[in-house]
């Protein structure tokens, strides 16, 4: 199991409590839901595979993921090399916007 740094896990706490306080409605009737994201977290944080609840919410919140680009804290959060690794597991794939 790797060892995470409390600077890592700060910044997964800070961007977890940012997704649950914000929520993005998006014209085209899909609700984005950052806070839907969270189920991912032990997988961006350890090398747990990720869950089948990650998954599903990935694949669901796809449509959002160009909004959550345009915010800084969730563009870090979502370039990371870990939740790219996620994302790419799960076989979604994070568009150019």
Do not use: D, H, W
């Amino acid at each position: 199991m790797k060892k995470v740094s409390g600077s890592f896990l700060c910044v997964v706490v800070m961007v977890a409590a940012m997704m649950l306080m914000t929520e993005v409605r998006l014209s085209n009737a899909a609700t984005c839901n950052p806070a839907a994201l969270s189920s991912c977290l032990p997988a961006i944080s350890s090398s747990t595979p990720p869950s089948s609840t990650c998954c599903t919410n990935l694949k669901q919140q796809k449509p959002c993921f160009c909004e959550y680009l345009k915010n800084p804290s969730m563009k870090q959060y979502l370039n990371s090399p870990s939740a790219r690794k996620v994302v790419s597991t799960c076989g979604v794939a994070i568009p150019a916007c």
